[in-house]
């Protein structure tokens, strides 16, 4: 396990620098420049010029890429060139609320899939599993955006069950801790349903698919001869045995599910990275790209780790042995 563990670690952080190597490069040679976007219009082009060295703009390519491998070593991230201020501090601001927004997405599709899917695989001529099928299909289908405009206008703008937008209410601020936090929750409902529902068809179909075939199997037929009761069988005994599949599709799920945030943050204007990200894009905030950038591939690099040793939870033959699992 730790040698498991450590060539995970060394395989992500060469993996994790590569796509940042990428990404610095294509930022840079984009159109647009981030200083027409910082500097007032009205400043000429001398003034400009001094700005474009302060920000270490005007050197080579190279040479901008050597300083930031360094900084990088260092543990800088570097000033955002739009709000001025470290990187390290935007990205703390808006992680919490993309990882509360992300898990509580993903509980939400690990809920309704996994309850699909069981009904799926003890019923599957009902009328009830395939209607809960196709639906989930169609969610699956559509983009996360228009999902997320179609729920505001019926939920928010119609039933006004829900807000619009935001993390939390203007009033926030004055409100008791616990006021505050339900007002935060309520504001949650809306951008995690739109995320996690829309991602539970194919958790649903996995569980459908392997707890099906674990049903047929001949332990279990010698179970209910036993007398075993069903709901203890399929929940307790057949959904375990039945998870490997599903927990692979986790760790290979969540660059959709950190993907399918980005839009739905900007959609909800939810303060999270994806929003951040997007306004950087469109400001060409160079060190807040490539932060983001880094910390969406380390989150999924965790997380397809996270779901290996879920993996071998689930299923007791995986064992984690030299340079990754093999089954004995």
Do not use: K
């Amino acid at each position: 396990m730790p040698r498991y563990l450590l060539t995970r670690s060394l395989h992500t952080v060469a993996l994790v620098l590569g796509l940042l190597t990428v990404v610095f490069f294509l930022v840079r040679i984009m159109p647009g420049d981030p200083v027409e976007l910082i500097v007032e219009p009205e400043l000429g082009g001398e003034a400009r010029e001094l700005v474009r060295q302060r920000l270490g703009l005007d050197e080579p390519l190279l040479v901008q890429y050597g300083r930031w491998l360094a900084s990088v070593a260092r543990g800088d991230l570097g000033m955002s060139l739009r709000q001025q201020r470290p990187v390290v501090e935007v990205i703390a601001d808006a992680l919490p609320n993309t990882l509360l927004l992300t898990v509580s997405a993903l509980l939400v599709e690990l809920l309704v899939g996994i309850a699909v899917g069981v009904t799926g695989a003890r019923y599957p001529d009902r009328w009830r599993s395939r209607s809960l099928n196709v639906g989930g299909l169609v969610l699956y289908s559509l983009p996360s955006f228009w999902l997320g405009l179609v729920a505001i206008l019926v939920f928010a703008r119609g039933l006004g069950w829900v807000p619009t937008g935001g993390m939390q209410a203007p009033d926030a601020a004055w409100l008791p801790a616990g006021a505050r936090l339900l007002d935060t929750l309520h504001h949650l409902v809306l951008p995690m349903l739109v995320l996690g529902l829309g991602n539970f068809a194919v958790t649903a179909r996995f569980t459908r698919t392997s707890l099906a075939r674990v049903l047929a199997s001949e332990w279990v037929l010698a179970a209910r001869a036993r007398g075993v009761p069903e709901r203890r069988l399929v929940w307790r005994h057949g959904l375990r045995a039945a998870a490997l599949p599903v927990v692979t599709w986790i760790g290979v799920n969540l660059p959709r599910l950190v993907g399918g945030a980005v839009a739905v943050e900007e959609v909800f204007a939810w303060p999270g990275l994806g929003r951040v990200a997007v306004q950087a894009l469109l400001a060409r905030d160079y060190p807040v790209i490539i932060a983001t950038t880094a910390v969406v591939a380390v989150m999924v690099c965790v997380g397809s780790l996270v779901a290996d040793l879920l993996a071998r939870w689930a299923d007791p033959r995986l064992r984690l042995d030299g340079a990754g699992p093999e089954v004995r």
